[in-house]
Each structure stands twice: as C-alpha cells, then as structure tokens.
C-alpha cells in the first residue's frame, strides 16, 4: 500500500512550485493589463497558505517552535535577498553613475534620508501611547530606507518604459539602492543611546559618551566605511578577472551570465563574516563592477538575472505573507488598531513627499511638480524595513540588565514588531495599484486644459467678432487650396523648425517604433523654438519634435545625421 509522506518539506515544494508556475500562466496580464505587482499577489499567497488560513506553509514547525529562530531565519532571507538585488541594481545603472550623479544622490541620501528619519520618528512618536521620542527613533529609522526589491515594481518592464524617464528610473534605483546599507547609522545612533541610556543605564554602563563612541567607531567606521571599502574593492577585483577570463575564453556563456549573482553571494558570506553592512558593499561592488559598462551591455538582453531576481522576490514576500503577525494588529498591548490605520496614512503622506518637493529644483532627473510628486510618494517601506526591524530586535535581545532583557528593550521590541510590520503590509498594499496613479495624473493634468479649449472653442463659434483659436488649421487649408500640380513651382520654400540645439526640416517622415517619428534630412545646430512654431508645425513634424525632446536631441540610429 502507497503511504502519502506529508512532510514539510514536501509541501512547502509544492506549494512554492504550483504557486509560481500558476502565477506564471498569467504573470503579464496582472502586471500590464492589471498593473498589480508581483509582491502583493505573492503576499496574498503566502496568506493564503500559512497557519492563518490554509496551513500548506508552517514557519514555526522549520524553526522547530522557536520564535527566535524564526526571526533569526526571515533575517537571513532577507540578507540574501537584499544583497543578490544590490548587486543587480548596481550593475544596471550606467558607466560611473554614482561619479557623475553624485549632486543628486547627495541630496536623497543626506538632507532626503535625515528627513525621512525625523518626520517618520515624529508621527510614531504621537500616535503611539507611552512613547519615548528616543524609542521612536529607533522605530523611524527601520523605515527610513526606500525599499529596492518593491521599486523594481515601478521603475523596470512596459509600464515604467512608457511612463516614466529613464533617468528619473535611474535615479530612484540609485537611491534605493545606496540608501538601503545606510540606515545602520540611523538605526544605531537611536539604539546605542537607549542601551547606555535608558533606565539610567541599567546594566550597561558608560553613559551617553560610550554610546556616541561605539558609533562613531563601530556603526560610521567599521560597519560603513569599511563595507564601502570593501564592495568597491572586490568590484574592481572581479570585473578584472571576468575580462582577463573572458578575454582568453577562458570563461563560457552560463559562467558569465550568473556571474554577478555569485559575486552577491560571496559578498554577502564574507561581509556577513567580518560583521560589517553586507548590503551596502553589495551595491557598491555592483556598481563598481560595471563601471566601464562593459559587463551591462553585454547582459542588456539577457533575462537570466531577472528570472532569479523574480524568483527570489516572489519568495520573500510569500514568506513575509507567512511569517507576519497578522494578529498582533488588532490585538497587542502598544497601540490600537485606528492609531496604526492613522500611523500608516501619514507615513506615506509625510514621510518622504514634504522634502522631495523642496528639492526638486535641485535635482536635474526632476524636471517637472508632477515628476516631484511621483518621487515623493513613490518610497517604498518592504525587504529593508524588515531586515532593519530584526536587527534591530537582535541588538535590543542583548541589552540586558541581571541576565534579563531590559523591560523598556522588551517594550521598544513590541512596538517595532506591530509598527514596522504594518508599515511594511501598508506600503506594498499602495504600491500595487500605485501604477494607476500615474495614468490617473495623467488625466488630471489633461482634463483641464481639453475642458479649457473646449469651451474656448465654442465662444468662438458663438462670437463672430472673435478670432478663430487655431489659426493653423486654416493656414493649412489656404495652403492646400493654392497649391495643385500645375503650380507646385509656385509652391514656398519648405519651413525650417529649430528645437533646442538642432534645427529639423518639415521633410519626409515615417513611422518608427514607439508610434514617434523621424526625419530623413539632416539636422544641425540651431537655437530654440517658441511655442507658436512647435503649434504651427505639421503632425509628423511635432511628433519628431517630442521624440527629439525626450531623448534630448541625440541621435538613434543611421536615419538621424549629425552635422560636423
């Protein structure tokens, strides 16, 4: 007789595999026809499965009913996760990006960061009972990275390649990226006082003098300064070996193809060995691995890293939708329910918007309110604020006074739990239906100006004495009255339009990919155009006049001539 062998293992394979090989089926019509992002529809899953529900996934039962296990496992997780995704994002960004953008990442990473920090620390601290303002620093600075795997949401496939610049995508994986290894110095600086200070130092002596000095030295020297070091070393190292192998063919295809994946790999091992931030020397070794953009262009094409990067998303968050005390939010012993609901409102209203509309001017990818709008919202609370949460309960196990973790650690410990877990649930809950804001802005910008012309348009057909609002039209149809074969001779020189930097002819155009156009003459050096010649140029012409726009003025391909 067959004996069925329900073994966790067993189970958690089938239910991992059908899971994603059903997700797969129908993988495009959720994220382009739907924009529903993959981590939500795994986070339901990982729901779906796990005690609260069916009973498939059993965290518990894998860390043999030791809820210290558990968390010591989800860090783990999220360490691999967070390191094999700073290195891709590394490694797609372009030739020395962080050497040359270096202005911009300043302000995110500096002024954007310590903002983020303090007004997330404020809104916590008022909404949560009995709250130290240094406890919620601590709570504050979990959330203060922008979460990279939840952005890859919004800034890669279809949907981003049509709505959103590609230097505005560049930038905000840069800064999801840096920002990620650099919440250690926010994290500790709150953690460090509240040992040597809280409860007047029980059990932990030195005061707040000893605190500031294990920061300075062990958080900004030995776990930053030496990761930085670190990732870029190791970057350097490898991009030469892979061009000295490849060069002798030495190395074959598949090799090549997985070999920034290993690198996060090995990175994440010895970083993780020496004890200094293995996420941060992630995205620095990936970005100094590709600073001569060779190993990008090489890989431009190849969907080997996304496939794993895909895969491993759909598992963390699957596990996050396992793993989460769903409970706790309705039922502890720090805050109530509606103060979380108000808590994760103002977060995502007041957390990052605020101090990104400031600044804008000052960041060149951000040329536009709107574009400042979307960057300000668009700061994703998941992987990061996790990993940092059991850090941060990890340091807070160790503060102990007579052998005893601390009551104030205690409490502080079951504050982040409930907060940065529904901070977390929160933010990936808004960031799948958040790709609708943008056609929705889009509608919003729009509607007003249509609505304007509109009515503009029928005053004029209602008042005679009025001229009509559109002179080109009939510009155009006295043109096309006086010209016949019989006087094209007699026809007027054709109109040159200037754009920026370049001057186009109202020539010949045919269609290219993306529905712009493009035009068979040559193009040179001008200056600007005004509005009234963009209005008085012909479609074909204004279609080739955005088309220069967006991609400022730089040629594509052979049809495009550049004057010498």
């Not at 498939?56 to 968390?71: H, I, K, M, T, W």
């Not at 479609?539 to 594509?556: G, K, L, N, V």
């Amino acid at each position: 007789m067959p004996n069925l062998v329900l073994s966790n293992f067993n189970i958690v394979c089938a239910t991992l595999g059908g899971f994603i090989t059903l997700f797969g089926l129908v993988s495009y019509l959720c994220k382009e026809g739907f924009y529903l992002s993959e981590s939500l529809i795994s986070l339901l899953a990982g729901l779906t499965f796990s005690p609260h529900a069916a009973n498939f996934v059993r965290p518990l039962d894998y860390a043999n009913g030791s809820e210290q296990d558990l968390e010591t496992i989800t860090l783990y997780f999220t360490r691999l996760v967070l390191g094999v995704q700073l290195v891709l994002a590394g490694v797609q960004l372009p030739s020395r990006y962080l050497q040359t953008e270096w202005r911009s990442l300043i302000l995110l990473l500096g002024p954007g960061m310590v903002f983020m920090w303090l007004s997330s620390s404020m809104i916590i601290w008022g909404l949560v009972p009995h709250l130290s303002f240094l406890h919620a620093l601590a709570v504050g600075a979990c959330i203060t990275p922008t979460d990279p795997v939840l952005s890859n949401s919004i800034v890669k496939g279809k949907f981003a390649d049509k709505n959103i610049p590609k230097e505005l995508q560049r930038i905000i994986i840069a800064e999801s990226g840096a920002n990620d290894g650099l919440g250690y110095p926010f994290l500790f600086f709150a953690l460090y006082l509240i040992k040597y200070t809280g409860e007047h130092g029980a059990g932990q002596p030195g005061g707040a003098s000893k605190a500031m000095g294990y920061w300075f030295g062990n958080t900004l020297g030995y776990v930053i300064v030496l990761s930085v070091i670190y990732g870029a070393i190791v970057g350097w190292v490898a991009k030469e070996l892979l061009h000295w192998a490849e060069k002798r063919k030495y190395v074959d295809k598949e090799s090549f193809l997985v070999f920034a994946i290993t690198l996060a790999l090995f990175i994440v091992g010895t970083v993780g060995m020496i004890g200094s931030d293995d996420v941060l020397a992630c995205f620095i070794a990936g970005n100094v691995f590709t600073w001569d953009d060779w190993f990008r262009l090489e890989t431009l094409d190849d969907s080997l890293q996304p496939t794993i990067d895909m895969l491993l998303n759909l598992s963390v968050f699957m596990w996050f939708g396992a793993v989460c005390p769903w409970a706790s939010f309705a039922h502890n012993n720090v805050i109530p329910i509606y103060r979380l609901i108000f808590i994760g409102v103002l977060i995502l209203l007041f957390r990052r918007l605020p101090v990104v509309f400031a600044m804008h001017s000052k960041i060149h990818q951000i040329e536009e309110k709107k574009q400042a709008l979307f960057v300000g919202f668009f700061g994703p609370i998941g992987v990061s604020a996790i990993f940092y949460l059991y850090i941060g309960l990890e340091f807070l196990k160790a503060t102990t006074a007579d052998g005893v973790e601390r009551e104030d650690a205690e409490r502080l410990g079951e504050v982040m739990t409930v907060v940065i877990w529904f901070l977390a649930i929160c933010s990936i809950v808004c960031l799948a239906y958040f790709p609708l804001s943008v056609p929705l802005g889009k509608i919003g910008w729009h509607l007003p100006r249509t609505i304007s012309r509109a009515i503009s348009s029928q005053n004029a057909s209602t008042d005679p004495k009025e001229p009509p609002p559109f002179h080109i039209e009939l510009q155009n149809a006295r043109q096309q009255q006086s010209t016949s074969p019989h006087d094209i001779d007699n026809c007027p020189s054709r109109v040159m339009f200037r754009i920026g930097r370049t001057t186009i002819s109202n020539g010949t155009s045919q269609q290219i990919d993306g529905g712009a156009s493009r035009v068979s003459t040559p193009i040179r050096r001008g200056s600007a155009l005004s509005s009234t010649e963009i209005r008085a140029a012909a479609p074909a012409d204004r279609s080739a006049i955005r088309f220069a726009e967006q991609h400022r003025y730089t040629a594509i391909d052979s049809d495009w001539n550049t004057a010498a």
